[in-house]
């Protein structure tokens, strides 16, 4: 089933947060969708509400997958899964990944790895699954991925995850150049604080003392919200930054300037 000449998009982590919100900005603009998380059971209110917008408006279709990250049968399903029910894809919005908010010295082996795999490892071989597809489409796309501030400033508590972090700024880089000849762009988007409905966050976001610390930092004295980041995420695959391409966009109220 062909997707009717509408651009398809592929994001990870849809189930709330940025992912739910880069999809309505998505959905807003035209794309049909391809959401995915850990449990297909996660989208149904993503999906409710990317469906509810297209009954007034745009029209389009959106469909919900599981996908591990740490298994590559997974992420070859979903390349499957979504070139079967639209014919293509055209974007993918990277932003599937989990925290870990440990010392340096008391971070396990064990940590280190779910860290890389989770938010580096996993997200590089499903970014070649769809660099694939592209090049054999001789398609032009986007790739966009979440990374964070922490991949631009040392904190502490953050290692393993601002490691790996940095890590996808870096491939956001290395992709660029390499891709540039397919007309393929790769770009970052780094959040700062934001208030989110992220398990992940949770814990540091209901500890007060904490985010009045953090506030007191960003310039702006605001946190980023989602929306905002997923308006970014529309923007870097959208036509206006057809020749944006191995950057990093910094969302943190002037966080990383000062």
């Known amino acids: 089933m062909m997707a009717d000449g509408r651009r398809v998009a ?22 049909d969708l391809v959401l995915t998380a850990t449990k297909a059971g996660n989208l149904d209110t993503t999906l409710q509400d990317v469906r509810a917008l297209y009954d007034t408006g745009t029209g389009g279709k959106a469909l919900g997958l599981a ?11 979903v390349i499957a899964r979504s070139v079967e029910g639209f014919g293509r894809i055209d974007v993918l919005v990277n ?5 870990l908010r440990r010392l340096a010295l008391e971070t396990s082996r064990a940590e280190w790895v779910a860290m890389m795999d989770a938010n580096l490892t996993g997200t590089f071989f499903l970014t070649q699954a769809v660099g694939r597809h592209l090049v054999q489409r001789q398609s032009p796309g986007r790739i966009v991925t979440i990374s964070s501030s922490h991949a631009l400033v040392g904190a502490a508590e953050r290692s393993a995850y601002g490691v790996a972090k940095a890590g996808l700024i870096q491939m956001t880089r290395m992709l660029a150049i390499e891709w540039a000849p397919h007309g393929i762009t790769v770009n970052a988007v780094a959040p700062g604080r934001m208030i989110t409905a992220s398990p992940s966050r949770a814990g540091s976001g209901s ?18 919200t989602a929306e ?16 944006i391409t191995g950057q990093t ?5 002037g966080l990383t300037a000062a």
């Open 249 to 253: 966009i910094v969302i943190d109220g």
């Open 95 to 99: 932003n599937a990944g989990t925290n």
């Open 228 to 243: 905002e980041v997923g308006g970014t995420v529309a923007f870097l695959a959208g036509p206006s930054a057809a020749t």
């Open 67 to 77: 996908l591990d990250l740490c298994d590559q049968a997974s992420i070859d399903a």
């Open 207 to 224: 500890d007060d003392a904490y985010m009045a610390a953090m506030l007191k930092r960003i310039p702006l004295g605001r946190f980023a």
């Open 10 to 31: 592929l994001i990870t982590g849809a189930s709330y947060g940025v992912g739910a919100a880069s999809a309505l900005a998505l959905a807003r603009d035209g794309f």
